[in-house]
């Protein structure tokens, strides 16, 4: 499975999204704000999490990584950047 | 009726009394660090304002919670101001109200492992989680038979619990109230908090442009609080009145403020009314001032908005850090000593003006005019809460 | 003091909605009793448990509402909900509706859960959606975002006594005129842990709950949410009103009620203090086998007692049915509406909460 797709189930399993599968969200979506899936600021801070558990990666100042969290491809990219992952 | 302070308590790590405290405060003294008592599995420990003691002299041999014995401790202090003496204390009716988050939670790590490796842990720490609510156990160890209330409202729950015991006293329920709050560190919220990203990997700096969040901190403040009447009865000199308290929600969000600060306006505004004062009167604001990011942009604009820059402002939290449940009790007895001493301290940590807080907090020691304190609390769940204190005559 | 009951909501052992609980006191329903199995170190213990559930919550919230939302949070949602509903009220300025919870331990389960993301995870792995809802305040918080309920919020806790302060409080308030309406509830959930810990403390081989039976260990964890909105006007439902709230310790100084409701729930260190009681000529009634014992269950019996001067009948104790029932009471009691009734809790320091509701105007 991708990288992109298996934080696709991630997010949804452990930010216990409803209404609303893996496939249902593009690698582009927005994943805050009302114009893509519409996570909040607590979502923000349960991805880091998430990114820790599953993957080692630390994410310190959530200012500084805003970019990180536009969409699950740029997660992807920054999980892969740290840690080498395909 | 009026509600007349006779008596302050505060342990904090400022200091373990207010005559600790205080010079602490005015000399811009703090020095947060990584716990010694609290151990995380962080690789970089956000500091926090603890007290170094143990506490065990506060009442030897007992299994008490350290929240109850920082409690104990600022309940003694107060009490001994205010010149109230046992006996007299039987013959009254005597409320408690105390604001906490860790002093009515179970969530004793020890036990809860245990129990989860099928450890079979005995029951010691369920009871004394028990015998340890911070209002019953006052109440129960002094034989007070008024009202006991511990109020879990987060981080405004010591405000609250000074304005009910002006509601209490109001309507007739009891003669005396202590009132405060008390608050531990602990794994959970530090960890809990570290998990919201807001503490901050250095001290704090309220409403500073480039500050990073906040730093916990534990400790206790409590107020003996009487009608002015009784109080002049029995000769005791009356520091301050309660002379306004407020509290209203944004109903915006879990854990974060309403954008434009509208809970929190409008819990000053109601203050002011019930005061009986304009915004002008006010002589200086304790401030939530967390410095998290959030809680200082929308405080610094609603500030800005009510009293404009006329009326100077602190945060004490740069010298007590954060201590939740404790903090609304521990800001109203140091706001309180700083309408009695004529001044408010500097706020440490703040340097950089921050455009989008709009206003900046003392940078000195700086001396007040008139007679009336505001202190604010903001609360996770968008609760907010404004007390509006009046110095005695 | 006068604060009307304009509406309730009830989250309980036999269901949701208030006329579930009437459903319970005319003996049409019984409580969902579920039998947990708690391990301990003389092997597996079994324990019947009084469970609820917030059934039918989306009538009221979307799903994806409500992803964050723990089972005692719903429960407390829904309650709320049903409290508006059973109003009839449309609040307009929402800004003047406060809301006072109490619970006797918070959302213990969620605090638990939080515990378990360090534990399974490491301390970098704490959830911060479980820490922010394992606060006691979520509750309120929840709610108060849910109904957009923008007055005072206030959480209060403790233990036995958390009803009788929640009350107090609503009824000041509303007094002091700093609310039109409040919305006023308490409740406690049940856990494992509090499984492990009634087993422990005496409640091996119960079968039932004998409130009666102060000196005995009858004891079964329950759980539930009630709400009530309140108001100062007469309630188009006549539930009747919170006439007075006392609080003390030893014997509460009575005035002639036609009714005092007991909250004894089996715990045999508080039960000690309702046999010292002295009984005075009014009826006594005893409910927590219809929902189970918790610190918070005084406010159940007050949403009994705004039911019984409603339909201005008392209703039987529930305690033994069928061939053991007592010949005492067993009968629907007609009672007048302007009576009274006195809900009364202990603690186990022998502490008391009073409160007297009344259906005079």
Redesign the interface.
Same mark, same amino acid.
């Given at each position: 499975m991708s990288l992109e797709n298996e934080l696709k189930e991630l997010i949804i399993k452990d930010? /216990?999204?409803?209404?609303i599968t893996p496939e249902e969200i593009k690698d582009d979506d927005f994943l805050f704000g009302d114009e893509g899936i519409g996570l909040?600021? #607590?979502d923000a !801070? @349960?991805l !880091?999490?998430l990114l820790? /558990?599953h993957y080692q990666v @630390?994410t310190?100042? #959530? @200012?500084e990584s805003r970019e990180v969290f536009t969409s699950v491809k740029t997660l992807a990219d920054y999980v892969r950047s740290k840690t080498g992952a395909a | 009726m009026q509600a007349g302070i006779t008596g302050l308590g505060c342990i904090c790590a400022a200091g373990d009394s207010l005559d600790e405290i205080m010079p602490a405060l005015y000399s811009a003294n703090r020095n947060p660090a990584p716990s010694k008592r609290v151990e995380a599995g962080l690789e970089n420990l956000p500091p926090v304002f603890e007290i170094a003691s143990d506490l065990n002299h506060i009442n030897p041999g007992n299994d008490e919670t350290r929240t109850t014995l920082l409690l104990l401790s600022a309940v003694n202090e107060a009490l001994s101001q205010s010149g109230l003496e046992a006996d007299y204390l039987k013959k009254k009716r005597v409320g408690v109200v105390i604001g906490t988050t860790v002093g009515s939670t179970l969530n004793n790590e020890p036990f809860y492992r245990a129990y989860r490796a099928g450890k079979f842990p005995d029951m010691q720490p369920i009871k004394r989680y028990l015998t340890n609510n911070p209002a019953l156990y006052i109440a129960n160890r002094y034989q007070w038979d008024g009202p006991a209330v511990t109020i879990a409202n987060a981080c405004s729950s010591g405000t609250d619990a000074v304005g009910m015991a002006k509601s209490w006293l109001r309507g007739g329920l009891c003669d005396i109230v202590i009132a405060g709050g008390s608050d531990e560190l602990c794994r959970t919220t530090y960890l809990g908090f570290n998990s919201l990203l807001n503490t901050s990997p250095e001290p704090c700096r309220p409403f500073d442009k480039f500050r990073k969040g906040l730093n916990l901190g534990e400790g206790a403040g409590i107020l003996i609080i009487e009608k002015e009447r009784s109080a002049q009865e029995r000769g005791a000199k009356i520091l301050a009145f309660v002379a306004g308290y407020a509290s209203s929600g944004d109903a915006y969000h879990p854990t974060g403020p309403h954008p434009e600060g509208a809970g929190l306006s409008r819990a000053i505004n109601i203050a002011l009314q019930e005061a009986n004062a304009r915004p002008e009167q006010i002589s200086f604001i304790n401030a939530h001032g967390t410095s998290t990011v959030d809680n200082d942009k929308v405080e610094g604009k609603v500030i800005e908005q009510i009293f404009s820059d006329k009326v100077p402002f602190v945060s004490t939290k740069a010298y007590t850090g954060h201590t939740l449940g404790a903090a609304g009790g521990i800001e109203a007895v140091l706001s309180v000593r700083a309408l009695l001493d004529g001044q408010i301290p500097a706020t440490a940590g703040f340097k950089d003006f921050d455009e989008e807080c709009k206003v900046a907090p003392t940078t000195n020691n700086t001396p007040i005019k008139g007679n009336m304190a505001m202190s604010n609390s903001l609360a996770f769940g968008g609760n907010n809460s404004v007390l509006i204190l009046k110095a005695g005559q | 003091m006068k604060a009307s009951i304009l509406g309730i909501g009830t989250v309980t052992p036999l269901g949701c909605g208030i006329e579930t609980l009437l459903s319970g006191l005319e003996g049409t329903a019984q409580p969902n009793i579920v039998e947990h199995t708690v391990e301990t170190a003389k092997g597996g213990i079994a324990l019947p448990v009084y469970t609820s559930a917030a059934e039918g919550l989306d009538r009221f919230i979307p799903r994806n509402k409500l992803r964050r939302i723990d089972r005692f949070l719903q429960m407390a949602l829904l309650s709320s909900f049903h409290a508006i509903e059973d109003s009839g009220l449309n609040l307009e300025d929402r800004t003047r509706i406060g809301i006072v919870f109490g619970t006797g331990y918070g959302p213990l389960q969620t605090s638990f859960d939080f515990l378990d993301t360090l534990i399974d995870d490491g301390d970098k792995c704490a959830s911060p959606t479980l820490f922010a809802n394992s606060v006691h305040n979520s509750l309120v918080s929840n709610v108060s975002i849910a109904l957009k309920l923008q007055g005072p919020c206030l959480t209060l806790t403790s233990f036995e006594m958390t009803s009788s302060s929640v009350f107090s409080t609503a009824s000041a308030w509303l007094e002091e005129g700093k609310v039109d309406y409040v919305l006023t509830g308490v409740g406690d959930e049940y856990c494992e842990v509090r499984g492990y810990s009634t087993i422990l403390s005496g409640s091996e081989n119960v079968s039932a709950i004998k409130p009666s039976a102060f000196n005995d260990c009858t004891y079964l964890p329950g759980e539930g949410f009630v709400s009530f909105l309140m108001g100062k006007e007469k309630g188009r439902k006549a539930y009747g009103s919170i006439s007075s709230i006392e609080t003390g310790s030893g014997n509460p100084v009575k005035p002639d009620h036609s009714a005092l409701f007991l909250a004894a729930n089996g715990d045999r260190s508080t039960g000690c203090h309702y046999d010292n009681l002295q009984k005075g000529k009014d009826l006594t009634r005893l409910y927590s086998p219809l929902y189970g014992g918790m610190p918070a269950g005084q406010g159940f019996d007050v949403a009994i007692a705004a039911l019984s001067l409603k339909d201005g009948r008392l209703y039987p104790s529930p305690e033994v049915s069928g061939a053991e029932q007592k010949q005492a009471e067993p009968q629907i009691r007609e009672i007048l509406h302007s009576d009274s009734i006195a809900c009364l809790q202990y603690d186990d320091n022998g502490n008391f909460g009073l409160i007297t509701l009344s259906g005079k105007d």
């Open positions: 930010l /216990k999204l409803v209404d909040d600021s #607590l !801070v @349960e !880091v999490v820790q /558990k @630390e310190k100042d #959530l @200012e | - | -």
